[in-house]
Structures are given as structure tokens and as C-alpha cells.
């Protein structure tokens, strides 16, 4: 049973670029949430997407958005890149079943901004 | 808002002994609490979770205490090992679905 994937391992882009980053949730989950995770810090929460939908936001910025497919994979998508986007990116995921429910996570993106 | 915080950044534990990680939470509508493990270059690792209709809940090796009168989290590493060395979040969330990590705190193990 594959648990959460992630794509790519690592990335470096310069300001102003774009990025699209990919998860792919543990089987039988239906729900991904998108974290980014500072050098030294928590992660902190992005958005949530179910049902191909972005059921909840942090407080990020509208540079930052996803997409939830048919199959509950999910890509998050960051534009005009600032030096501060650079971090680790982690999805993970669960199933919605009406309750907290435990979330898994991949290993994450490391994403190098200069 | 919430918010979640870990007492000490780094905790050395002698190989063998038992550990015992702190953390205080601020969201009195939390009910869900979960440990992850992170090691270096990887992604955290779920240990043991804990709801608030409890107070102690036991794993392998692990043990999660909950006392939500004074907003405290406890996680017990029962003879610690090398391989236990690693940074140690909580995590709380509170009907969302959305976790909110604390800062984390560093355990080394000795040998």
C-alpha cells in the first residue's frame, strides 16, 4: 500500500517564477492538504482540497492555489516566486469521515527560491 | 486564534531512559491531538494521536497524556533508542481538519 507521493524532490527557481508541485494521496484517501514548512519551523497549513474542491484556506496569499482531480490527487501551484516561498512543501492526506481523521504526509518538495 | 508551543527546543535523553516531550496548546475547541516525528529530510511521521473524550492513550513504546483543564499535551518514549532521534511536533486541530504545528523540539539520543 503506497503511502503519500510527492513530486519533485527538490526544485530551484528564481523570483517571479512559476511552480506547479504534485501529491498523490495515500489509497483510500479522499481528502489533501497542502502544508509549507519554514527551515527550523512547524509546518504551517495552505488549503485543503475535497471533492476537487478547496474546502479551506490558511493565511496565505492568493499567489498560492491548487487543484484537487478526479482520482484525489492534487497539485499546488505558486506564482510570481518570492524569496520567502522558499521552504519545504508537504501534502498530506486523509479520508473525510465526518471526524478528525488522522493526515499522512509525503516527504515533501524542497523548494529553493533565488 | 490557535496555537500550539513546545516548552524546550532540544531535549538529550541517554540511550535507555524514558523521554517525556511537553507541549501546551491555547485552542480550548481543540479535540484532536497528534505527535509526528520528523527527521532530517523527510516528512513527519505520524506516532500516536489522542481526542479529547481521553486522557491517556498508549502506543508502542509511546504513551500520549492529555490534561485539557490546564491545555497540556504529553508524549512518553519508553527507553529510548537511537533511531528516536528525530524533532517532535504536536499537532492540534479543532473540528477544521486543519492542523496547527507547534515550533518542534530537537531530541538527541546518546549512546
Known amino acids: 500500500d503506497a503511502g503519500v507521493t510527492q513530486s519533485p524532490t527538490h526544485l530551484i527557481k528564481t523570483r517571479g517564477q512559476q511552480v506547479t508541485l504534485r501529491c498523490s494521496p495515500k489509497s483510500g484517501h479522499d481528502t489533501v492538504s497542502w502544508y509549507q514548512q519554514a527551515l527550523g519551523q512547524g509546518p504551517q497549513f495552505i488549503f485543503q482540497?475535497?471533492?476537487?474542491?478547496?474546502?479551506q484556506r490558511g493565511n496565505f496569499p492568493d499567489r498560492f492555489s491548487g487543484h484537487q482531480f478526479p482520482n484525489y490527487s492534487s497539485e499546488l501551484n505558486v506564482n510570481a516566486l518570492l524569496l520567502g516561498d522558499s521552504a519545504l512543501y508537504l501534502c498530506?492526506?486523509?479520508?473525510?469521515?465526518?471526524?478528525?481523521?488522522?493526515?499522512?504526509f509525503g516527504p515533501g518538495t524542497r523548494l529553493t527560491v533565488l | 486564534g490557535e496555537s500550539v508551543g513546545l516548552h524546550l527546543p532540544t531535549l538529550s535523553v541517554q540511550e535507555g531512559d524514558n523521554s517525556i516531550i511537553n507541549c501546551a496548546y491555547s485552542n480550548s475547541a481543540s479535540d484532536y491531538f497528534i505527535w509526528y516525528k520528523q527527521e532530517s529530510g523527510k516528512g513527519p511521521q505520524f506516532i500516536i494521536d489522542?481526542?479529547?473524550?481521553?486522557d491517556k492513550r498508549q502506543g508502542q513504546r509511546v504513551t500520549v497524556l492529555l490534561n485539557k483543564t490546564v491545555k497540556h499535551l504529553s508524549l512518553q518514549i519508553a527507553a529510548t533508542q537511537p533511531g528516536d532521534s528525530a524533532v517532535y511536533f504536536c499537532?492540534?486541530?479543532?473540528?477544521?481538519?486543519?492542523?496547527?504545528f507547534g515550533k518542534g523540539i530537537q531530541v538527541v539520543v546518546i549512546p
Open positions: 498530506a492526506s486523509s479520508r473525510d469521515r465526518g471526524q478528525q481523521d488522522t493526515q499522512y
Open positions: 482540497y475535497y471533492e476537487e474542491e478547496e474546502r
Open positions: 489522542i481526542r479529547s473524550n481521553m
Open positions: 499537532a492540534e486541530t479543532g473540528g477544521n481538519n486543519r492542523l496547527a
